[in-house]
């Protein structure tokens, strides 16, 4: 497939691992220069090294938390006119919301909500002004089906999704497409951590854990992030620009619907 995007400029938020690493190395085989961030210089840098290796594309790595305006003032001044923003940060702590205080759940919104509506704001006009814009927002499958026991979640990329269902809609005809890639379960240090207490109790190591959850998917496995970066790369496609604020869901066919 053709996608049209050599010579786009893209930045991808929270790109050192997982899936924002996917879908910085997915665009860059596309011939995108990238920026990427990260909170951690050291490998951050070390993923820069990766993708311009693989793919020989340019890739400037900027180091600082983006759920941060510090963080968000230095991504935005080494890619400021970007004609692809994938958004992405790290989701909040699973738990029971009897024990979240007020600032755990700003904490949340500020991060999984707040952040990407920043973001948006600060590219989105340029991109109305180029006539081309493609905004990826990586939120969680638990959009559509909430998850118990990641409640903060549940409720502040909600909130994203909510916002950006409006906004989508009244972007699309400057060829500016906003949607959500809703991730499963795929095979990060996120999906990780988040089994690593049913690990210690079930006595398994906590890849056995995960692949033991794995066999109740339709698709029988974890994903692959490489999957999910090849998802986002469709997305962000020039010819991808009758796609309006939908949201995919890629997990492996957990979330059983008749539609989407």
């Known amino acids: 497939m053709e996608t049209g995007l050599k010579g786009k400029r893209a930045l991808v938020c929270a790109a050192s691992k997982g899936l924002g690493r996917a879908c910085a190395m997915g665009l860059a085989m596309e011939g995108v220069e990238v920026t990427i961030t990260a909170r951690t210089a050291a490998a951050l840098e070390a993923t820069a090294e990766e993708i311009r290796r693989a793919t020989g594309a340019k890739v400037t790595a900027v180091a600082g938390d983006i759920t941060t305006e510090a963080g968000r003032a230095a991504a935005l001044a080494a890619c400021p006119e970007p004609d692809i923003l994938v958004n992405n940060a790290g989701g909040p702590p699973p738990g029971d919301f009897r024990?979240?205080?007020?600032?755990?759940?700003?904490?949340?919104?500020?991060?999984?909500?707040?952040?990407?509506?920043?973001?948006?704001?600060?590219?989105v006009d340029g991109m109305i002004a180029r006539k081309f814009g493609r905004i990826v927002n990586i939120t969680s499958a638990s959009v559509k089906s909430p998850i118990p026991?990641?409640?903060?979640?549940?409720?502040?990329?909600?909130?994203?999704?909510?916002?950006?269902?409006?906004?989508?809609?009244?972007?699309?005809?400057?060829?500016?497409?906003?949607?959500?890639?809703?991730?499963?379960?795929?095979?990060?240090?996120?999906?990780?951590?988040?089994?690593a207490a049913a690990a210690a109790k079930s006595g398994r190591t906590v890849e056995e854990?995960?692949?033991?959850?794995?066999?109740?998917?339709?698709?029988?496995?974890?994903?692959?992030?490489?999957?999910?970066?090849?998802?986002?790369?469709?997305?962000?496609?020039?010819?991808?620009?009758?796609?309006?604020g939908q949201n995919l869901v890629l997990d492996g066919g957990a979330f059983n619907s008749t539609m989407g």
């Open 99 to 123: 024990d979240w205080d007020r600032d755990a759940w700003i904490k949340a919104v500020d991060a999984n909500m707040l952040t990407p509506i920043f973001l948006i704001k600060a590219t």
């Open 149 to 195: 026991h990641l409640g903060m979640s549940n409720g502040a990329r909600a909130g994203l999704t909510g916002f950006v269902a409006g906004l989508a809609r009244q972007v699309a005809r400057h060829n500016v497409t906003i949607n959500g890639l809703l991730p499963g379960p795929f095979l990060t240090d996120r999906l990780k951590g988040t089994n």
């Open 209 to 244: 854990e995960i692949m033991a959850r794995a066999k109740d998917s339709p698709a029988g496995r974890v994903g692959d992030p490489a999957e999910f970066g090849a998802a986002c790369v469709f997305l962000c496609a020039t010819s991808s620009g009758f796609i309006v």
